[in-house]
């Protein structure tokens, strides 16, 4: 996950092409990002169908899955689909997390 070690912040946000809720996610994140104090913050969509190990590697049992890294750990990680306000919140305890 070079990526993810490279940046202070980052999000992976886990898809499949058939998971409606997905596509609903992607939206909330980039309201969330283009309006709110996390332009520091990179978002990866990690399509899993494609990346099966990234899907298993993180035990994620639902889609859509957020995983979140502060400085390369991960840190934390939601799975489902949530309202602009959680995910705020989501993106605020990345950065209170050491």
Not at 8 to 13: E, S
């Amino acid at each position: 996950m070079e990526t993810v070690e490279r940046h202070k912040f980052a999000v992976i946000d886990l898809w499949a092409p058939w998971c409606y809720p997905c596509e609903l996610m992607i939206e909330v994140l980039q309201r969330v990002i283009s309006h709110g104090d996390f332009s520091e913050y990179r978002i990866m969509r990690v399509n899993a169908d494609q990346s099966p190990e990234v899907y298993e590697r993180f035990g994620v049992r639902a889609l859509p899955a957020l995983l979140g890294f502060h400085d390369g750990a991960l840190v934390g990680k939601k799975t489902g689909y949530f309202k602009e306000e959680k995910v705020r919140e989501f993106l605020s305890s990345l950065a209170e997390s050491q």
